[in-house]
Nanobody, 123 residues
Framework: QVQLVESGGGLVQPGGSLRLSCVVS??????MGWFRRAPGKERDSVGT????????YYADSVKGRFTISRDSAKNTVYLQMNSLKSEDTAIYYC??????????????????WGQGTQVTVSS
């Protein structure tokens, strides 16, 4: 049974940093995407990483501030968020495409989703 468990969300001041974690169990080969849903808005793409970590894509709104990485030994993918802005406030979700897959922003390509973790950027 595949499960994704996210952690690391919280309240941070503008300009601060947070690192989200997504621990995957039940499979070891997958591409992962990070998405977010801001209040009153549809779920949007943040970034995505290929099955081997060799390729990453980022949304323009986070490029240069957010970084996705993976630790295969821990079967965990991280979303490092720096220089946070109030508009980054959202529920953040990780999702995986199982198998030897490349990165994509297409949400309907993802097989499993985490429960979401709240990130609030406010002074």
């Amino acid at each position: 049974q595949v499960q994704l468990v996210e952690s690391g969300g919280g309240l941070v001041q503008p300009g601060g940093s947070l690192r989200l974690s997504c621990v995957v169990s039940g499979t070891r080969f997958y591409a992962m995407g990070w998405f977010r849903r801001a209040p009153g808005k549809e779920r949007d793409s943040v970034g995505t990483i290929s099955w081997n970590g060799g390729t990453t894509y980022y949304a323009d709104s986070v490029k240069g501030r957010f970084t996705i990485s993976r630790d295969s030994a821990k079967n965990t993918v991280y979303l490092q968020m720096n220089s946070l802005k109030s508009e980054d406030t959202a529920i953040y979700y990780c999702a995986i495409r199982e198998g030897v897959k490349g990165p994509t922003f297409a949400q309907d390509e993802y097989d499993y989703w985490g429960q979401g973790t709240q990130v609030t950027v406010s002074s």
